[in-house]
């Protein structure tokens, strides 16, 4: 079974950077989609960007020309570079993946990590 383990979270100053990153783990065989989405206290999880096995990239809007996500196929890991952040970028962030081993697929999500950026 896969596993992903997202690092790089904390308190950083409006207007400040962080870069996320998440690895997976386990039986890994093959990485499809990767994707981090976000949450806030009684909202839904929203996707922030997803980046497909052969590169191809989505941004939700409020991030855009801000985050930019990238992988890193050798070593099974997603990145989020942060940049000019803002308060209400402050979430836990979730890294989210299609990971296949050498019979089956699954959807994996990670632990979370949490981004808080003050005023």
């Known amino acids: 079974q896969a596993q992903l383990v997202e690092s790089g979270g904390g308190l950083v100053q409006a207007g400040g950077s962080l870069r996320l990153s998440c690895t997976a783990s386990g039986t890994v065989f093959s990485i499809g989609l990767m994707a981090w989405y976000r949450q806030t206290p009684g909202n839904q999880r929203e996707l922030v960007a997803q980046?497909?096995?052969?590169?191809?990239?989505t941004y939700a809007d409020f991030v855009k020309g801000r985050f930019t996500i990238s992988r890193d196929n050798a070593k099974n890991t997603v990145y989020l570079q942060m940049n000019s952040l803002k308060p209400e970028d402050t979430a836990v962030y979730y890294c989210?993946?299609?990971?296949?081993?050498?019979?089956?697929?699954?959807?994996?999500w990670g632990q979370g990590t949490q981004v808080t950026v003050s005023s």
């Open positions: 989210n993946a299609d990971i296949w081993g050498l019979v089956t697929g699954e959807n994996v």
């Open positions: 980046i497909g096995s052969g590169g191809t990239i």
